[in-house]
């Protein structure tokens, strides 16, 4: 049985971490849109040098552009063998964006199945996104306060550098917070209104805010 969620909160509410911790018990493909932009970034292309400005200034990627890469990267990850479905991370974040992943999927022969919603407060979010740091390799999350590596700076699963998100540092924060206020909350009204939204406290830490995702997505496969 295909499986296809969304993970929706504002920067900061954990999403990557659960999402992450969900994808591996589940079998399930994790889809960061952030994740794609960081790599086309890297990749040095003709789009990444504009892509870097929006990324630092902390506002959103056009519409357009990001549902084309997220449809190439749907596509290929629906024709391998033994797809059981995806966890949107970070998309949509808008409603036209909404609105494109409908024909997408659509395209793609696949449904939504559950938006899941973590909710968190502005004091969690500013804390947690100050003290991020993910490895420069295998992209784990640490966090400084909640979830610091064994050796500082260090990657615990490879030895490698940690690192700083450049949109981690406080003016991009606000920034970021103000563009999820105006752009991506209302998607919850939206994903509400379709019977499609299932929120939890995500004002804990990591492991209690993975355990509550975890046995909302046993609810959702058992009414599946
Ligand atoms: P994230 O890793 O999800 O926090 O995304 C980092 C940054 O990438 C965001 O602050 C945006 O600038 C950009 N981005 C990621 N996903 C999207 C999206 N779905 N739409 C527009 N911009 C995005």
Redesign the pocket.
Known sequence: MVLNLIFLGP?GAG??TVAQAVADKFSLAQV???????AEVASGSELAKE?QE??S???????EL?AKM?EAKLKALSEEEGFSGIIF??????IP?ANELENILTRLEQKLDAVINIESSEENIVKRLSSRWTCSKCKQIYNTVTNPPKVEGVCDIDGEALFQ?E?DKPD?IRA?LA?YNEKTAPLIEFYKEKELLKSYDGNVPPAESIAAAEKLIESIKEGQ
Do not use: A, Y
Request: hydrophobic content about 30%.
């Open positions: 920067p999403k990557g960061s849109t952030g994740d794609l932009i960081r892509l929006i990324m200034s902390g506002g959103l990627v056009g519409d990001v997220l991370d970070g998309f949509p974040r808008t964006q998100r949109d991009t970021r563009q």
